[in-house]
């Protein structure tokens, strides 16, 4: 819930702003634990549904927002703008709403004397754990500009890596819905006509005939069955790897999965090695930054991999010992490549290589695996309409044959 409030400082001076809260008690506890007081707090307004679930699914803004706002951010510094000023620049820039939030937050924060890294904490949704320690480490070392510059050029590589993965998908995806529906069509609608042509004519059908107006039969008469039968198949696997197990058994599944776990291999090597890159360059301790990364990837068999890591390396063992043996995770080229890194002493740099390796491999790869799926895709095609014309044309010939 969305509440306008009026407050003063210490000092004297007033302001205003948006806060996201539960109740007005929530809102009052903020402000006096910022050290303000309170004049009045208005109910602004609730999340409709569609905005919640817009805020759950793209994490409170789009990611091409949040690429511009470091990038923009970090230009504007560079080029000697004070960093109240950068913000002020930036809000004109990003008019949306969600935005119009963040940066009231922000400059407001700013004013107080409260620290860029904090106050983007206060919206997890919108900036990431990675984002915001990076801009932490940024501001520990005096190189906030670079960090910004580092956090954006990640962002960029992960959503585009994102996008060619889903475009490569997206294609035979529309193919096979067009497939489906077609069916379903000619099922409903189409085989329906001809069964009564055939029934009039009390002539015996060929095998295939009879299964594809069983089919038919089946469908007009249960399709309120169906449809409540596959929706509920889809909230049952959905509700499934949410679960504990679920993600562990569908995580299995896609890095053993042939073809495509060769892929997802990829994918996670090069996302780990990027994370870790981007953290260790802006100054970020080697243990905080494996435990920032367990967090980026999304295979829970990685999260869990590298949650030890972060352990292990408490205790004193190095990355590579780690990395090496875990070959059904990582190629072994990471784990040659981690112990390169350590003992040269450029870790981060030669983890950017590998990411950038890896970026380049899935790629080519989702690339190739669009141009295979379609001729298979035409094969499937041509059996499916040559089945159906043979089962359907053929008794219709017959008929005309006995006429």
Not at 43 to 68: H, P
Not at 157 to 169: P, T
């Amino acid at each position: 819930m969305l509440f306008a409030y009026k407050a003063v400082k210490k000092d004297g001076t007033h302001y205003d702003g948006i806060l996201d809260a539960v109740d007005k008690f929530a809102v009052y506890k903020e402000l006096h634990g910022q050290g303000g007081i309170v004049l009045e707090v208005k109910e602004k307004g609730t999340r409709s549904v569609l905005k919640s679930l817009l805020s759950i699914s793209f994490g409170g803004a789009r990611m091409a927002d949040r690429i511009m706002f470091a990038k923009n951010l970090s230009a504007m510094l560079h080029a000697g703008l004070p960093l109240a000023r950068a913000l002020s620049v930036l809000e004109r820039q990003m008019s949306s709403k969600t935005w119009a939030i963040i940066f009231k937050k922000l400059i407001d924060d700013l004013s107080r004397g409260v620290s860029l890294s904090v106050s983007l904490a206060s919206f997890p949704k919108t900036f990431s754990t990675l984002f915001i320690s990076m801009v932490g480490a940024g501001e520990e070392s005096g190189s906030l500009v670079q960090s910004l510059g580092i956090v954006g050029e990640e962002l960029e590589k992960s959503y585009e890596l994102r996008k060619k993965v889903r475009g490569a998908m997206i294609y035979p995806c529309i193919i096979l819905c067009v497939m489906i529906a077609i069916a379903i069509l000619m099922l409903v609608y189409i085989i329906p006509k001809l069964t009564l042509t055939f029934k009039e004519f009390n002539t015996e059908l060929p095998l295939s005939t009879r299964a594809i107006i069983s089919t038919s039969d089946f469908f007009a008469h249960y399709y309120v069955f169906i449809i409540a039968g596959i929706l509920a198949i889809f909230a049952s696997a959905y509700a499934f790897s949410k679960t504990l197990i679920g993600k562990h058994v569908l995580g299995q599944i896609a890095i053993k999965m042939p073809i495509i776990g060769t892929i997802v291999q990829e994918i996670n090597s090069a996302r780990t090695a990027r994370t870790l890159s981007s953290l260790l360059s802006s100054g970020v301790e080697v243990v905080a930054a494996i435990k920032i990364t367990s967090d980026v990837v999304q295979n829970i068999h990685y999260k869990e991999m590298l949650s030890k890591t972060a352990d292990q390396i408490q205790k004193g063992m190095s990355l590579e010992s780690i990395f090496r043996p875990r070959t059904e995770l990582y190629p072994p080229f990471v784990g040659e490549m981690v112990g390169v890194g350590e003992e040269t002493g450029t870790l981060s740099k030669t983890l950017l290589e590998v990411a950038v390796f890896y970026e380049n491999e899935v790629a080519q790869k989702t690339k190739d695996m669009s141009t295979v799926i379609e001729p298979f895709l035409m094969v499937a095609i041509g059996i499916g309409v040559g089945f159906f014309a043979l089962a359907m044309i053929s008794p219709i010939y017959s008929l005309s044959n006995n006429i």
